[in-house]
C-alpha cells in the first residue's frame, strides 16, 4: 500500500463546476497536510494546508480532512481553464518528513 | 533572491559520472528538502536538513546518493557513479522552520545517457 494515494485521473470538468480531488493516507500519525498544484514542466506551488479534521476555505479552494477515515480533500470551485494541472497531496509526519501522492491530472474545459 | 534556485537547470552526463547539484534557499530559510522527481510522479523525499546537520536522510536511494549544507544556507547534492535510473528531476525546497510551507525551486533535470 502506498503511503499517500491519489487517484491519477485525468478528472476532466466544465469550467464552472466544482472539481473534488481526494487523498488517502497511510500513517495515523500524520499531522500536517498540503495541496500542491503543478502545472506541466514547472515546480510544486502550495495552495494550501490544514493540520485539523474539518474544512479550511481559501478563495475557490476548500480543503477537508477526516483523519479518522485518512481522508483528506481539495474542492475547487468555479473552476478556470486555468485551473488545469496537476494537484499533489502531501502529508508530513512529526518528523517533518514529506510524503507526496502521485498526484491527479485534472482538465477544465472551456 | 526571491526564491529557492537551483542549478544547473538541466545536466546531461554519461552513465558513470559524478555530478553536483546545487540548491541555494529562501534567505533566512533553515529547514532544506531535497526531492526527486520522475515522469508522472510525486516528488519522492531524499533528505531534509534543519541547519547544517541531515535531520532525516531516510530517502536517500543508496550510498552513492550525498548531500551536505555545510554553513546552513545552500546545499549539494552529489550523485557518484551516476546511472540511467538516475534521469529525473531534482527538486529542492526550503521553509522559514521545520514543518511549515515548503517553497520549491525550479529544478535540476538530470538526464544520464
Known amino acids: 500500500q502506498k503511503e499517500v494515494e491519489q487517484n491519477s485521473g485525468p478528472l476532466s470538468v466544465p469550467e464552472g463546476a466544482i472539481a473534488s480531488l481526494n487523498c488517502t493516507y497511510s500513517?495515523?500519525?500524520?499531522?500536517?497536510f498540503f495541496w500542491y498544484r503543478q502545472y506541466s514542466g514547472k515546480s510544486p506551488e502550495l495552495i494550501m494546508f490544514i493540520y485539523s479534521n474539518g474544512d479550511k476555505e481559501d478563495g475557490r479552494f476548500t480543503a477537508q480532512l477526516n483523519k479518522a477515515s485518512q481522508y483528506v480533500s481539495l474542492l475547487i470551485r468555479d473552476s478556470q481553464p486555468s485551473d488545469s494541472a496537476t494537484y499533489l497531496c502531501?502529508?508530513?509526519?512529526?518528523?517533518?518528513?514529506?510524503?507526496f501522492g502521485a498526484g491527479t491530472r485534472l482538465f477544465v474545459k472551456a | 533572491g526571491a526564491g529557492v534556485s537551483q542549478t544547473p537547470s538541466n545536466k546531461v552526463t554519461e552513465k558513470g559520472k559524478y555530478v553536483e547539484l546545487r540548491c541555494d534557499p529562501i534567505s533566512g530559510h533553515t529547514a532544506l528538502y531535497w526531492y526527486r522527481q520522475s515522469l508522472g510522479q510525486g516528488p519522492e523525499f531524499l533528505i531534509y536538513f534543519q541547519g547544517t546537520g541531515a535531520a532525516d536522510d531516510s530517502g536517500l536511494p543508496n550510498d552513492r546518493f550525498f548531500a551536505v549544507r555545510p554553513e546552513g544556507s545552500v546545499s549539494t547534492l552529489k550523485i557518484q557513479r551516476t546511472e540511467r535510473g538516475d534521469s529525473a528531476v531534482y527538486l529542492c525546497?526550503?521553509?522559514?522552520?521545520?514543518?511549515?510551507?515548503?517553497?520549491f525551486g525550479p529544478g535540476t533535470r538530470l538526464l544520464v545517457l
Open positions: 500513517d495515523r500519525g500524520s499531522q500536517s
Open positions: 502531501a502529508v508530513s509526519t512529526g518528523g517533518f518528513k514529506t510524503i
Open positions: 525546497a526550503s521553509s522559514l522552520i521545520q514543518g511549515e510551507t515548503q517553497y
